[in-house]
C-alpha cells in the first residue's frame, strides 16, 4: 500500500505529514483512526518538534539555491531572503540576480521538491503514492500556478489533487474519535489579524446527508482574550458542539484565558495546534484511496463544489434521452468533459441545471446561429464546458461540419453560463 502526503501551503509557509502503517499513536491528541495507519507530521530537523518551513528561497553568487530553514540560516539578513513565492508565481513574475533571470515559479517547484523530500527521513520517496495539496483559498491563478510548480509529481507517477482548507478540517475531523463527531464541530483560524470560523454542520434534509463548513470572518487585528471570547459566543451560544479547534500561529502564546473556560463548556473537547490542514490533507489522501465508513452516508459540499446537475437532452434511436454532463459534488476546478452531437434544425444547445439542494431546475441555451446554414443533423458540434469558478461554467461550441460532405467551419462559439 503506498504511501500518502499531505502538503499544506500558503504563502508564508507551508506544512508536510505523511501516513504511516502500523503507527501506535500515544500522544494523548484527539486522533484515532479506524485503521492502523497513523498520520504524523515531519519536523523540519529531525528529532526537533518544529514543522512549520518558511516559504522562502536564498541564492548565492554562485547560484545554488537553497529552500526554507536552509535559505532563513543562510541569509546575512532578511532582505537578502526571497519571499511570496506562491503569490508571485501567480502573477506570473520573474526577477534578475547576479545577472540571471530566475521565475518564480520555478523556484516554487524547487522548494515543494525540496520540502516533499524531506519525508524520505520516515519512508522511501519509492513508496510515495499521492499527494494532497492544501490551499488557503483557491482561484483559477493559484490552481493553475500549483499545478505547474508540482508538475515534478507526475513525472515521478505520483498522483496529486488540490484541496481547500474547509474540506482538509472536514476531512480532519470525520478521523477523530467517533464521539468527537456526534455534533457539530468548530475551527477557530487566527493568523494574527483576522479570525475564520468554520463550523461543521449535516444536513439530513437531503439525501444522502450533506456535510458542509460555514465560514465567517472576524477582524482581531491584536490578541485579545474578551474580544476572542465575543467571537467565541457569536458562533457557539446557540450550536451544540463536541469540539473545538483551535489553528494558526495567532493563537500561540499564552492569552487565552476566559475564552478557553467558555470553550470548554457544555463537555466540549478543546484542542490547539498548527498542523490540522496538512494531517486533513493528508487524511483526505487516505480516504480518497480506502474510504471511510463514517462517509458512506454522506456528501461533503463547500465554496469549491459545484452544487447543480448539468446535462442536456439529446434524440438517440428516435427518442429524447437526457445525458449527464457534470455532477454536483465535484471540485468546480475539476469540472470539465468534452461530447459530441449533431445540431436539430433550432440549432441551440440547451443545457438543464438542476439544483443539487431545491431540485429547482432551470435552462440555459447556447445558440449556434452563426455556424454555416445546413440541412438538419448535418453539422456534427463539440460542447466543451469547464468551470471559470465556483458560479461560472464556460460553454465552447465547436463546428466540426459532417465528414466529406460539409467541412468545419473551425467556428467556435462561446458563452458564459452562471449557475
Not at 508538475?151 to 489533487?161: C, T
Not at 487566527?190 to 444522502?208: A, F, I
Not at 438517440?316 to 445525458?323: A, H, K, N, S
Request: contains cysteine.
Amino acid at each position: 500500500m503506498g504511501r500518502v502526503i499531505g502538503y499544506d501551503l500558503n504563502d508564508l509557509s507551508c506544512q508536510v505529514s505523511i501516513g504511516l502503517e502500523n503507527g501506535a499513536n500515544d500522544s494523548g491528541s484527539s486522533e484515532k483512526r479506524i485503521t492502523n495507519e497513523e498520520v504524523v507530521s515531519v519536523p523540519v530537523i529531525v528529532g526537533s518538534e518544529k514543522y512549520v518551513i518558511p516559504l522562502a528561497a536564498y541564492i548565492s553568487e554562485d547560484g545554488e539555491i537553497s529552500y526554507g530553514e536552509d535559505a532563513v540560516r543562510i541569509a546575512k539578513d532578511q532582505s537578502e531572503l526571497i519571499t511570496n513565492l506562491l503569490s508571485m508565481a501567480q502573477k506570473g513574475e520573474s526577477f534578475v540576480k547576479y545577472g540571471e533571470t530566475y521565475q518564480y515559479t520555478d523556484l516554487l517547484s524547487g522548494f515543494m521538491k525540496k520540502t516533499i523530500y524531506m519525508t524520505s527521513v520516515l519512508s522511501s520517496m519509492d513508496l510515495i503514492e499521492r499527494v494532497v495539496i492544501a490551499l488557503p483559498d483557491i482561484s483559477a491563478d493559484c490552481i493553475r500556478t500549483v499545478e505547474q510548480a508540482a508538475s515534478f509529481l507526475s513525472e515521478m507517477d505520483i498522483s496529486y489533487r488540490i484541496a481547500g482548507y474547509s474540506e482538509c478540517f472536514f476531512y480532519y475531523a470525520m478521523n477523530q474519535d467517533e464521539a468527537l463527531t456526534r455534533n457539530k464541530i468548530v475551527l477557530f483560524d487566527y493568523d494574527g489579524e483576522t479570525v475564520r470560523s468554520m463550523l461543521l454542520v449535516t444536513r439530513v434534509d437531503v439525501r444522502p446527508h450533506i456535510c458542509m463548513v460555514e465560514e465567517k470572518d472576524f477582524d482581531m487585528p491584536s490578541k485579545s482574550d474578551l474580544s476572542f471570547l465575543d467571537i467565541a459566543r457569536s458562533v457557539l451560544d446557540s450550536e451544540i458542539v463536541s469540539a473545538v479547534y483551535l489553528s494558526g500561529e495567532g493563537f500561540e502564546g499564552n492569552w487565552l484565558k476566559s475564552s478557553v473556560a467558555y470553550l470548554c463548556e457544555r463537555k466540549r473537547r478543546v484542542f490547539q495546534g498548527r498542523n490540522l490542514y496538512t494531517k486533513g490533507a493528508c487524511y483526505a489522501g487516505i480516504d480518497d484511496r480506502d474510504g471511510n465508513p463514517l462517509l458512506n452516508s454522506c456528501s461533503f459540499f463547500d465554496d469549491d463544489r459545484l452544487v447543480s446537475n448539468i446535462g442536456i437532452y439529446m434524440i438517440r434511436d428516435g427518442q429524447e434521452i437526457y445525458v449527464p454532463l457534470l455532477e454536483a459534488g465535484i471540485h468546480w476546478y475539476e469540472a470539465h468533459i468534452s461530447t459530441e452531437f449533431y445540431l436539430g434544425d433550432d440549432k441551440e444547445i440547451r443545457l438543464k441545471l438542476q439544483s443539487f439542494f431545491t431540485k429547482d431546475v432551470r435552462y440555459s441555451v447556447v445558440r449556434c446561429e452563426t455556424f454555416p446554414e445546413r440541412p438538419s443533423r448535418c453539422t456534427r458540434v463539440r460542447l466543451e464546458l469547464e468551470m471559470k469558478d465556483n458560479s461560472c461554467i464556460i460553454c465552447r461550441a465547436h463546428d466540426l461540419g459532417f465528414g466529406e460532405i460539409y467541412r468545419s467551419s473551425g467556428d467556435i462559439i462561446e458563452q458564459e453560463v452562471f449557475i
